[in-house]
């Protein structure tokens, strides 16, 4: 990412590698309810219209939340939370981690590359990731959307993060764990290209226009506005993945029947369902990860430094 001073030494792709894996997680960790929130207020209305005078069972944000906890415990909100840390660790180690690489390849070294060249960048690490880490985000998708409610007749899915991947597995195959693979590789591309791109160029012109310097209060203003950035651009196909990803074989015929199925069945609107979930998570996603990844890449180069005075003396 832009900024920096000369003399900081240049961290390695292997420590963005590894610091955007960690930044990630720990993202991850802060804000899961919203985004469990956000996929239940995604896949809500697939199945069946709700009866005329019937009110919807899950309502707003925190309204989702409430209804999770009071009917199926605190614990249900992390419902496919180790799932989303394998999704972390092979996600956003690669599409964050190797932004700044793929961006110098590109540009062949320049040291401003043009929009086009970031928004490359982006779109690159965005579907590379896709290709090998797919599996982690139908079984994330899959625990959060089911509901456990015994009294209901309710039950899960799948009894763990194992039994997920086994299960798709046999049931439906090896595609059944790469379903909605294009779906997830158009998402990721636009994604990336709107958080990384927006936070790069935003967090640029702050320290090019001496508003801030290359600190915290920098870091949260670029990523808070990535994440909103990021969610208005990404709700529409989110809500797509998410619905596919979690339909049962033979429900839709592709990413395409999906998207015309919520269409003609309930309206543009259903695109954006969740959209105040999905801001939320992403925009406390994006500020959490981006602050935590530049604190591990500073943490990285001070002890680097500090190996470098240390061998003097040895």
Known sequence: MAGG????????????????????CVADLVTFPLDTAKVRLQVQGESKDLPKGQKAT??????????????????NLYNGLLAGLHRQMCFASVRIGLYDTMKLLYAHGAENPGLGTRLLAGSTTGAMTVAFAQPTDVVK????????QPENGSVKRYSSTTDAYRTIARVEG?????????????????????????????????????LMTDNMPCHFTAAFAAGFCTTVVASPVDVVKTRFMNSVPGQY???????????FKEGPSAFYKGFMPSFLRLGSWNIVMFVSYEQIQRAARAAKRCEGLLSLFL
């Open 58 to 75: 899950y309502r707003g944000v925190f309204g989702t939340i409430i209804t999770i906890v009071r009917a199926e415990g605190p614990r």
């Open 141 to 148: 998708v899959r625990f959060q959307a089911q509901a456990h």
């Open 5 to 24: 001073s000369a003399a900081d030494l240049a961290p390695t792709a292997a420590v963005k590698i590894f610091s955007a894996g960690i930044a990630g």
């Open 253 to 263: 015929g592709g990413g395409t029947n999906c998207a015309l199925t919520m269409l």
């Open 174 to 210: 090896l595609r059944g764990l790469w379903k909605g693979c294009l779906l997830n590789i158009a998402r990721n591309a636009i994604v990336n290209c709107s958080e990384l791109v927006t936070y790069d160029i935003i967090k640029e012109q702050i320290l090019k226009n001496k």
